[in-house]
């Protein structure tokens, strides 16, 4: 919406959302020598092990499996002129982040998490993880903050209150926004037409295209230089 490109890789191998969310779950990748063209949604060039199973085809892969799969749906991609390239990622710290880290140039990460406690654990996990493997963390983004009654407006914290702020405090980075527990926002992703497409002018698009604009202002204050992969030992 506000004049990059941008693209999509799915790189949750096991459990790949991003076509449906797209819209375009029903679309495969054209083939072209060996490589494919990306799929387009939303004017979002994206690619997902999601294109090329079935949805319903579990992926009982091991490990070496899926980093194989992660590279050659980036590089064997004829990505066009992209601006920005978003790696969806899957939970944990295991073979898919440390490929990412080992093996592709990454200007930075974004942590994502609900409120709880649980979670956070979870999350503080990642952002070592990343900070190990000298990737920067752009900042951390509230996800089902607090539900808004759409009958009487009364607001709760279903997930209790101020932990990714807290925590963001504790780990000296930037709160990059927080939003809402709404219903909404999961119906418009089943139906492959996201919210900030759907209703472009709703309060939640807002916080969705202000987190993007923070985004893009942090990474354009980088050093434009490729990161020192690090060596991971046990």
Known sequence: ???????????????????????????????????????????????????????????????????????QMLRQTIWQDVDYMIIDLPPGTGDTQLTLSQK????????????????????????????????????IIENMATYVCSKCGNQENIFGSGGAFAMASDFNTDFLGSLPLNASICEDVDEGNPTVVKDSNS???????????????????QQKQMPKFPNISV
Request: no cysteine; hydrophobic share 45%.
């Open 1 to 71: 919406a506000e004049g990059a490109k941008i693209a999509i890789l799915d790189a949750d191998i096991y459990g790949p959302s991003q076509p449906r969310m797209l819209g375009v779950n029903k679309l495969k990748p054209k083939a072209s020598e060996n490589k494919f063209l990306p799929v387009i949604g939303h004017n979002i060039q994206s690619m997902s092990i999601g294109y090329l199973f079935d949805e319903k085809t579990p992926m009982i892969w091991r490990g070496p499996m899926v980093t194989q799969a992660l590279e």
């Open 104 to 139: 592709i140039p990454v200007s930075a990460s974004i942590i994502i998490t609900t409120p709880q406690d649980i979670a956070l654990i979870d999350a503080k996990k990642g952002l070592k993880m990343f900070e190990k493997v000298n990737i920067p963390i752009l900042g």
């Open 203 to 221: 309060a939640i698009t807002k916080i969705y295209r202000d987190i993007a604009i923070k985004i893009g202002a942090k990474l354009s204050q």
